[in-house]
Each structure stands twice: as structure tokens, then as C-alpha cells.
Nanobody
Framework: VQLQASGGGLVQAGGSLRLFCAASGSGRTFRSYDMGWFRQAPGKEREFVTV????????FYADSVKDRFTISRDNAKNTVALQMNSLKPEDTAVYYC???????????????????WGQGTLVTVSS
């Protein structure tokens, strides 16, 4: 599956931004994939942000974004969205959309849990 992330940009601290990820090119339906987001800030390691189950029934968030970010998916449109509110300068990063085939295992939060990665979209939060 190919993943195309979009929606990044420059926003002031306290503002909001909505990222999108469109999936295509898979012989499997979009419902076959758990979808998530990672991010990598300048000079730092890539880190987990959030994930949503293939069915949309459950989600998991990193502590650093809990209660500020919301992940959602539209299985009819093959898209996943990340609504980011109350943004902070430390949220500045390249955000990557990720996917893995659905599994009964717990929602993954490690890079090796995901087989498919998008190209990333840059989010810059100014203070």
C-alpha cells in the first residue's frame, strides 16, 4: 500500500492543524490496515504519535499528545486524519503516516510494528 501524507504547514503555538493520509495501490481493502502516525523532530529520533485500529474501534496515543490530538479514519474514502489542537513548539516535526496489516495483537507503538511508511509532511509550530 502507498501512503501519501498532506496538510502540514506553519502554525502558531496554541493553534490547530489537520493532517491527512491517503492510502492507495493495495490489493487489500483499507479496512485491512491499522493506521498510525509517527514524527521526527529536528535532531531527534523518530517517535510514535498515535494509531487507530483497522475497524476504527480503538485508538492509542503517546502521552505527549493525549487530549490534544485525535486520530480518525474514513474507510469509505481510504483516508486517515490527525487533528492536532493546542499545538506547542515541541510538536514541530516531520509527521509520517504508517500502516500495518490488521492483527489481533495489541496496537503497535514501535517503528518495527509497521510495514508501510509515507513520505512525511512537515509541521512547524512557532512560539
Amino acid at each position: 500500500v502507498q501512503l501519501q501524507a498532506s496538510g502540514g504547514g506553519l502554525v502558531q503555538a496554541g493553534g490547530s492543524l489537520r493532517l491527512f493520509c491517503a492510502a492507495s495501490g493495495s490489493g487489500r481493502t483499507f479496512r485491512s490496515y491499522d493506521m498510525g502516525w509517527f514524527r521526527q523532530a529536528p535532531g531527534k529520533e523518530r517517535e510514535f504519535v498515535t494509531v487507530i485500529r483497522s475497524s476504527g474501534a480503538s485508538t492509542f496515543y503517546a502521552d505527549s499528545v493525549k487530549d490534544r490530538f485525535t486520530i480518525s479514519r474514513d474507510n469509505a474514502k481510504n483516508t486517515v486524519a490527525l487533528q492536532m489542537n493546542s499545538l506547542k513548539p515541541e510538536d514541530t516535526a516531520v509527521y509520517y503516516c504508517v500502516a500495518r496489516l490488521r492483527t489481533p495483537r495489541a496496537l503497535g507503538y514501535r517503528e518495527y510494528d509497521y510495514d508501510y511508511w509515507g513520505q512525511g509532511t512537515l509541521v512547524t509550530v512557532s512560539s
